[in-house]
């Protein structure tokens, strides 16, 4: 899929924007001050497949822990910054590889001035994010908060950045509902030529977030925009990261990552499918190929619903037909069935 192009800005060794991929992001849930847990964290995240991680930067502790993090994190290091430009300061000094800010809350002009200039002098790119609470504008029933004002604002701290020829931008804006956040990223891709982070933000606990990221950010990424994504949910980082990689995958900007089929069920099942599909998925999740894996309920319908798979179960009657390249190879009773689908997904050649 064609991506549109967007200035290159790189995070330590990590490239966003100007090439056709998003970059996967998440935000940690531990202080970074509590360093060793802090650490756990990232690594996990980073092998589950995060590229970048954000961490909150609430006081000089967590600052200075930066220098201990981005010194054993596999993956670049972003620091969360709100209110006190001296925090981005010291996190930049400590080995923060890029940092956020909202300028609506990061204070004066000079505030900004000082955090651009530690900035440049150690090559660390700095993602701008454009709230809808936190604009100048102060919106009512009457006068609400439009995607333009979002735009207006973001120009105002963009052009803040240019005049100090400063370029290592990355933009996000969040609205105070979906559409709103479409039509923003729509018209700040027209607008900017820096690379966007996607995500809607507060999107809630996992069944209602990722129903609602997929439904704000599938727009965008096929209109090619977004060059790195975070799919906020209330749930363990971990979880972000499958997700993006889910719904990067599906939209065929995410390779090397199996596709994971299950039947609804019906009235044909005799098997324990709801099971045995989470234990595939869950399985699957380690493996680094494009491999199509489906569980189907029945023998009947199973095989050719599934059609195009390498590898699938169908289920009988308590037993499990395992067909490979759309021919049945085995018959499995329960407890067989998953550990061989596993050993003929290892060691099929794609
Ligand atoms: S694959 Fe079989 S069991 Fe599953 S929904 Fe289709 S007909 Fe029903």
């Known amino acids: 899929m064609h991506r549109l192009e967007t200035h290159p800005t790189f995070v330590k060794n990590v490239q966003i924007g100007g090439q056709n991929k998003v970059v996967i992001q998440t935000m940690g849930t531990i202080p970074p001050k509590e360093k060793e847990k802090a650490l756990e964290e990232i690594i996990t995240c980073a092998n589950a497949g995060a590229e970048l991680f954000r961490m909150s930067v609430l006081d000089e502790l967590d600052a200075k822990a930066f220098?201990?993090?981005s010194a054993n994190s596999p993956i670049p290091l972003i620091a969360d910054i709100h209110f006190d430009f001296k925090l981005a300061i010291l996190a930049i000094e400590n080995g923060a590889s890029k940092i956020r800010i909202n300028p609506?809350?990061?204070?004066?002009?000079?505030?900004?001035?000082k955090i651009?200039?530690?900035?440049?002098?150690?090559?660390?790119?700095?993602?701008?994010?454009?709230?809808?609470?936190?604009?100048?504008?102060?919106?009512?029933?009457?006068?609400?908060?439009?995607?333009?004002?979002?735009?207006?604002?973001?120009?105002?701290?963009?052009?803040?950045?240019?005049?100090?020829?400063?370029?290592d931008i990355v933009l996000s804006l969040k609205g105070s509902n979906i559409m709103e956040t479409i039509e923003a990223?729509?018209?700040?891709?027209?607008?900017?030529p820096y690379p966007l982070h996607?995500?809607?933000?507060?999107?809630?606990?996992?069944?209602?977030?990722?129903?609602?990221?997929?439904a704000g950010l599938s727009p965008l990424l096929l209109d090619?925009?977004?060059?790195?994504?975070?799919?906020?949910?209330?749930?363990?980082?971990?979880?972000?990261?499958?997700?993006?990689?889910?719904?990067?995958?599906?939209?065929?900007?995410?390779?090397?990552y199996p596709t994971f089929i299950s039947c609804p069920t019906c009235g044909r099942t005799?098997?324990?499918?709801?099971?045995?599909?989470?234990?595939?998925?869950?399985?699957?999740?380690?493996i680094h190929k494009p491999?199509?894996?489906?569980?189907?309920?029945?023998?009947?319908?199973?095989?050719?619903?599934?059609?195009?798979?390498?590898?699938?179960?169908?289920?009988?009657?308590?037993?499990?037909?395992?067909?490979?390249?759309?021919?049945?190879?085995?018959?499995?009773?329960?407890?067989?069935a998953f550990e061989r689908l596993k050993k003929e997904i290892i060691d099929y050649k794609i």
């Open 67 to 69: 220098a201990f993090l």
């Open 104 to 113: 609506g809350n990061i204070g004066s002009l000079d505030a900004i001035n």
């Open 116 to 167: 651009i200039e530690t900035a440049k002098k150690y090559g660390v790119p700095i993602r701008i994010g454009v709230n809808s609470g936190s604009l100048k504008k102060k919106a009512s029933l009457e006068n609400p908060i439009t995607a333009n004002d979002l735009i207006k604002e973001c120009a105002e701290m963009v052009k803040i950045f240019e005049d100090r020829q400063f370029h």
């Open 185 to 192: 990223y729509r018209l700040a891709s027209k607008t900017f």
């Open 198 to 214: 996607i995500g809607i933000t507060e999107a809630g606990i996992k069944e209602v977030g990722l129903i609602r990221s997929a």
């Open 224 to 256: 090619g925009i977004g060059d790195t994504i975070r799919i906020s949910l209330s749930e363990s980082p971990v979880e972000e990261v499958k997700a993006c990689k889910r719904l990067l995958h599906d939209l065929n900007l995410y390779d090397n």
């Open 270 to 286: 005799e098997v324990n499918l709801i099971p045995m599909a989470h234990r595939v998925s869950d399985f699957l999740e380690t």
């Open 291 to 336: 491999i199509k894996v489906a569980i189907m309920g029945c023998i009947v319908n199973g095989p050719g619903e599934a059609r195009g798979v390498h590898l699938g179960l169908a289920g009988g009657k308590k037993h499990w037909a395992l067909f490979k390249d759309g021919k049945v190879i085995a018959t499995l009773n329960e407890d067989e």
